[in-house]
């Protein structure tokens, strides 16, 4: 984590104690949040990351009082204040108000959070392994991205000790749904397929949907199929994404091998790479950090 954070509208230190034990969304993890890529001082994919948030918040009925330009407005400070124009930025809205044991005197409905980092240095590859049950896909809140995220920190925490990087959560059909903090992709000949968003109770990630939504290469079809281990193990490639990692190849599930179909990835890969760029270049901002 970088220097300063964002608290309410404003930067303070992250040494400083911001925190109160009566802010009921803390001790309950009652609030929501999204994790967005800083590329060349601009958030890409803004707009996909407002939507989701302002969904999950009501959802969940956190206060969401925020314009897309507003909460953005809100967000640029932190990242010059670190100076991170190439970084990770996670912001959360979590909920002070509501339960038995909520504190005195609070001023807000809500507080806003945010925070940088360095980008990880991800591996080459991924290795992952099953966890059945991981995801209920009838849960009403499935696919909410809550704050509430100690079961896939704890899966996560125990894929490294048993040796992997990741894990693929199964839901209560047996079907793929995601890992802990990435969606899962599998390219099959000329078709690359992701479980859907409802039947499986993945999460509708941002990098995914810009596959689903933006990307359009020539011979290849990027759609939603409901996925089993089976399609995984007897696929051409399988791959996973998200806002930290892109687009990395799995090299194994359970230490089974998988068979690696690079030069379609590549070109899904260099398509993505090439439309973030698009993205950043046409906007306003990347414009005013390269005056700098």
């Known amino acids: 984590m970088h220097r300063h954070l964002l608290h309410n509208g404003q930067i303070r230190e992250t040494t400083e104690l911001l925190v109160a034990p009566g802010q009921v969304g803390f001790i309950n993890g009652w609030g929501i ?25 009501a959802l969940v009925r ?9 909460l953005e407005k809100t967000l640029l400070p932190l990242v010059d204040a670190n100076r991170a124009f190439n970084a990770t930025l996670r912001v959360a809205i ?7 044991f909520e504190a005195p005197q609070l001023a807000r409905d809500a507080d806003l959070i945010a925070f940088t980092a360095d980008l990880t240095r991800w591996n080459e590859g991924v290795t992952l392994s099953y966890v059945p049950h991981g995801r209920y896909a009838a849960w009403p809140f499935a696919g909410t991205k809550l704050t509430s995220w100690a079961h896939n920190l704890a899966w996560y925490e125990q894929a490294h ?30 078709h690359i397929w992701t479980p859907p968003v409802q039947s499986s109770g993945c999460l509708p990630g941002v990098t995914r949907a810009v596959l689903l939504e933006e990307l359009q290469l020539p011979g290849l079809t990027i759609g939603e199929r409901e996925l089993t281990a089976s399609d995984l193990e007897e696929s051409d490639q399988v791959f996973i994404t998200s806002t930290t990692r892109d687009l990395i190849p799995v090299l194994e599930i359970d230490r089974q091998p998988l068979r690696q179909n690079r030069p379609v990835l590549k ?9 973030r760029s698009h993205y950043i270049a046409k906007h306003r901002r990347h414009r005013e950090v390269l005056a700098v």
Do not use: W
Request: proline residues 2%; aromatic residues 12%.
């Open 161 to 190: 000790e048993d040796g992997f990087d990741e894990v693929i959560l199964l839901n209560e059909h047996a079907q793929i749904s995601e890992c802990t903090s990435a969606n899962i992709f599998i390219i099959q000949g000329e």
């Open 33 to 57: 949040f999204s994790t967005l890529r800083v590329a060349d001082g601009v958030l890409f994919a803004f707009d996909r990351h407002y939507q989701r948030l302002r969904h999950d918040a």
């Open 267 to 275: 070109r899904l890969q260099d398509a993505f790479s090439e439309y």
């Open 94 to 100: 979590v909920r002070n108000r509501g339960g038995l």
């Open 62 to 70: 956190v206060s969401f009082p925020f314009s897309a330009p507003d």
